[in-house]
């Protein structure tokens, strides 16, 4: 009877450093594309949100059709939504962020309108007193003001977007998505679970820095001993 190998890599086991120190650049590269892939979508979403969520609240009768889309476009599968959207973008990494911007889209918009909503009626009120215009009073006080219902959602936002971006390794773009979907193929252990830790991370790391800027944007929001610290 054979002894078994020496390297944990040709016992195939779960955890294996030498899976780590040898294949340190393919993992630099897939960690770069998912982070990448997350970024954009989500700052797209976020643009497309803002401007959405501000129609809403400003038109009533925008309110239904903007959360109803929005509301929708979540509800539908990954793989069917990626298949809608391939006729459009075909087999790229585009296809990829499409499809998370309007996944965002339902987080995103629903935060930033309870946010908006949730601004005192007085508060405007007295901004018009003081001669602020619509555009002022939307970026001075409205938007400020909103910022811990929309930060709420942009951390959620973020932290879904990282986990969808995986399933984009069925067109070849999916990040970390891609080692471990062929780890899987390949019952290759310490791909498989190397891969998907640095994906928990990723998302861990994401919301401590999105609530750190939240922190950092809404001082008001703190308790006071926390704002003399």
Not at 14 to 31: H, K, M, N, Q, S
Not at 52 to 79: D, N
Not at 100 to 120: C, F, K, M, Q
Request: with cysteine; aromatic share 6%; hydrophobic share 55%.
């Amino acid at each position: 009877m054979n002894a078994p190998p020496d390297d944990c890599l040709a016992r195939n086991e779960w955890i294996c450093g030498a899976y780590l120190t040898g294949r340190r650049g393919i993992l630099w590269d897939a960690v770069l594309q998912h982070l990448q892939l997350t970024a954009v979508a989500v700052l797209l979403g976020l643009a497309l949100a803002v401007p959405l969520a501000v129609a809403a609240r400003r038109w009533r009768w925008a309110s239904a059709p903007v959360l109803g889309s929005t509301t929708v476009l979540y509800t539908i599968p990954s793989l069917a939504m990626f298949s809608l959207l391939l006729p459009v973008y075909g087999l790229s990494a585009s296809l990829v962020v499409a499809g998370l911007v309007l996944y965002s889209l339902t987080l995103l918009v629903r935060n930033i309108l309870a946010g908006l909503r949730a601004v005192p009626e007085e508060t405007r009120q007295a901004a018009r007193g003081m001669g602020y215009g619509p555009v002022r009073l939307l970026l001075a006080v409205e938007l400020p003001l909103a910022l811990p219902a929309a930060m709420a959602g942009l951390r959620i936002a973020t932290v879904s977007a990282v986990s969808l971006v995986t399933i984009g390794a069925i067109v070849g773009h999916g990040g970390l998505g891609n080692l471990i979907y062929a780890g899987m193929n390949t019952f290759f252990k310490a791909q498989v679970l190397t891969a998907s830790v640095l994906c928990v991370l990723i998302a861990i790391l994401a919301d401590l820095l999105l609530l750190t800027i939240q922190r950092v944007l809404t001082p008001w929001t703190r308790r006071p001993g926390e704002r003399s610290a």
